[in-house]
């Protein structure tokens, strides 16, 4: 989004990058992934690698946000199709802890949304309380994004 408040669409390329600190390259990143997403400009996720781990590196934010939000009920809730897509990105950047605590999350959510339709599942708060207690993973997800740009972007 540009600062008139109308939504433009994220180039990355070498040069867009060159100069971003983190941060930016992490907003970047972010932006140019939710595009894809949502289908803000007519494009999506196709089935490559380069949109495959883009969306990998996504769906690790999303996760992160949900969960540090509202818990894993969250995402399940507002993601849940974005699972499979957290759990390869959280091994992509090596965030294994993360990774086990969803898997197991994903395992009690399915065998009880039925149960929980329209409520917390409190058989999930255990899940969130481990997940706070670890390191962030923004680090080890930018220093990913930095040695595979190529990979993730034209």
Do not use: W
């Not at 957290?86 to 992509?92: E, P, R, V, Y």
């Amino acid at each position: 989004m540009n600062v008139h408040g109308t939504i433009t669409k994220a180039k990355i390329d070498a040069t867009t990058i060159r100069d971003l600190d983190d941060e930016q390259l992490y907003d970047l990143v972010y932006e140019k992934a939710s595009q894809k997403d949502c289908g803000t400009f007519g494009e999506y996720f196709e089935d490559n690698d380069k949109d495959r781990l883009l969306q990998e590196i996504y769906a690790t934010a999303i996760l992160d946000g949900e969960v540090r939000n509202g818990g894993f009920d969250q995402f399940f809730l507002n993601n849940e199709r974005l699972t499979d897509a957290a759990i390869a990105g959280l091994d992509l950047i090596n965030a294994k802890k993360q990774r086990d605590l969803l898997i197991d999350a994903r395992k009690i959510y399915n065998e009880q949304k039925k149960q929980f339709t329209d409520e917390r599942n409190p058989n999930l708060d255990k899940f969130d309380e481990k997940y706070y207690e670890l390191d962030e993973f923004y680090d080890a997800s930018m220093k990913f994004v930095r040695e595979n740009i190529e990979r993730l972007f034209d």
